[in-house]
Antibody, heavy 117, light 111 residues
């Protein structure tokens, strides 16, 4: 069974840093293209960024609101995806989901809540 | 580009509802559209992928289509049930490199 389990959310003050994790299982993580998507309270889904597989150079790309502050990485030996969030802002608050579209259909984790205040 | 959805729709149980998703620029047919369902308090799940494909766990009451003339995609749910009440998001790509763009979401009320 495919599972994506996010962790690491919590309460942080503006300007602070937080690292989110996503534990993947049930599929070949090393070959997967992985994403982070967030959702502010009561708002819609927003793409945060993506990391390709190491075969594709583990290339990363980010949405404009987080570029230069957030960084995505992966540890294929542990089947783990990470989101390092620095210089956080109040508007970064919300639920953060990890996802992959290498599997069909797209799979989502349950999310981890980040509160910046 | 942007994907524009109606903010909300409502319909009675047993009826059919269609949710639209209009692409502002670039061809709707050029990049696959996905539809996600998000029930209150839950993570999104995929109900339609590749414009019109339905995951095996999704009832055949759900269908997807595109219309190149209006540059839009549509999600149609027939035989509405109260359990279909949720937010629905369309999603597509910005370029051939898959950066996800989401529609603003449509709140479906079944009453």
């Amino acid at each position: 069974e495919v599972q994506l389990v996010e962790s690491g959310g919590g309460f942080i003050t503006p300007g602070g840093s937080l690292r989110l994790s996503c534990a993947a299982s049930g599929f070949t993580f090393s070959k997967a293209r992985m994403y982070w998507v967030r959702q502010a309270p009561g708002k819609g889904l927003e793409w945060v960024g993506r990391i390709k597989s190491k075969t594709d150079g583990a290339a990363t790309d980010y949405g404009a609101p987080v570029k230069g502050r957030f960084s995505i990485s992966r540890d294929d030996s542990k089947n783990m995806l990470y989101l390092q969030m620095n210089n956080m802002k109040i508007e970064d608050s919300g639920l953060y989901y990890c996802s992959t579209d290498t599997l069909v259909p797209v799979r989502w984790g349950q999310g981890t809540l980040v509160t910046v205040s | 580009f942007m994907l524009t959805q109606p903010h909300s729709v409502s319909e009675s149980p047993g009826r059919t509802v269609t949710i639209s998703c209009t692409r502002s620029s670039g061809s709707i047919a050029s990049y696959y559209v996905r539809w996600f369902q998000q029930r209150p308090g839950s993570a999104p799940t995929t109900v339609i992928y590749e414009h019109s494909q339905r995951p095996s766990a999704v009832p055949d009451r759900f269908s997807g289509s595109i219309d190149s003339s209006s540059n839009s995609a549509s999600l149609t749910i027939s035989g509405l049930k109260t359990e279909d009440e949720a937010d629905y998001y369309c999603q597509s790509y910005e370029t051939s490199d898959p950066q996800w763009v989401f529609g603003g979401g449509t709140k479906l009320t079944v009453l």
